[in-house]
């Protein structure tokens, strides 16, 4: 059975196809794919998928074909899809300012046979756009889909560049959203300042994720913070831990703090350790 590939639309959309035909495909080309309604365009991002992503695939019965690898005229045809969805996004904002509600347009997408017209928005709470979206259907004469998105899809669909100097990582590889907690921030010593550590979209960075393992499985050396000590005749307390530099940061009761080696508070006498509460 032809492996699955993971291919991601232009909406964002993630979809999963089997290469039955045996086509020379790579990651990042360019390949016209059968959908629920028609044909789109979409771009290569893996050539096989989890067991998970794998499973999921077969509950849902629905098997959909690879057409072809894109040609010279559907790339060409591609490039004036955005003409056309500049002139959507016109036509959008000139019917929304006939209604109460306020949304802001984020991204106007055409699927690439043209049988669907997405629109991606934001507003304050939920809208009831029933009667709008019906009269944007009888103007372009297709099916219409409003999405409203969240912080994080508006940065990735508006783009930009991080506090680091580069393009938003959701902007450019990274294909999924991963849950980013605050104790991430803790783990690594960057819970002090949460506007440092948040995006322009409010929440906190992505990249926050990607050293988390690296930092969980160095700080199994480390004591727990809270763990009670004895440093040169004071008791003293383990209040921060610098990870990267091996280094365990102690505080005594009068506010004195002293920076010592890992290898130096090995050898120190311990007071008492905290209870971790289990979750």
């Keep these: 059975m032809p492996d699955f590939i993971e291919v ?29 309604r028609g044909d789109d365009i979409a771009q290569v991002i893996h050539l096989g998928i989890n067991e998970e992503e794998l499973d999921a695939q077969v509950l849902t019965g629905k098997t959909l074909s690879i057409r072809r690898q894109a040609n010279s005229e559907d790339l060409e045809k591609m490039k004036n899809l ?10 959008f904002l000139g019917v929304l300012d006939h209604y109460p509600f306020e ?7 055409y699927q690439f046979d043209g049988n669907k017209l997405t629109f991606f928005f934001t507003a304050d709470g939920r809208i009831d756009f029933r009667n709008f979206v019906r009269e944007l259907a009888n103007i372009f004469k297709t099916r219409i889909e409003l999405h409203q998105t969240t912080g994080r899809d508006e940065a990735r669909r508006l783009g930009g560049f991080g506090m680091c100097g580069k393009q938003y990582c959701c902007g450019s590889f990274l294909k999924r959203f991963n849950q980013v ?25 992505c990249c926050l994720n990607f050293e988390e393992d690296f930092y969980v499985e160095e700080a199994k050396g480390f004591p727990l913070v809270g763990t009670l000590v004895t440093y040169q005749n004071t008791k003293m307390m383990v209040f921060r831990l610098n990870v990267l530099a091996k280094k365990v940061m102690l505080a005594s009761e009068e506010g004195i703090i002293q920076e010592i080696d890992l290898d130096e508070f090995s050898r120190l006498p311990v007071i008492s350790v905290p209870i971790l509460e289990e979750c």
């Design 8 to 36: 991601i639309f232009r909406t964002g959309r993630i979809g999963y196809y089997q290469n039955t035909k045996g086509l020379n495909i790579q990651p990042e080309d360019i390949i016209v794919v059968e959908v629920e």
């Design 82 to 91: 955005s003409y056309e969805e500049d002139k959507a996004a016109k036509t």
């Design 103 to 109: 949304m802001k347009l984020i991204e106007t997408i």
């Design 181 to 205: 907690t605050i104790k991430m921030a803790k783990d690594q010593n960057l819970a002090g300042n949460l506007t440092k550590i948040s995006g322009p979209c409010g929440r906190l960075l």
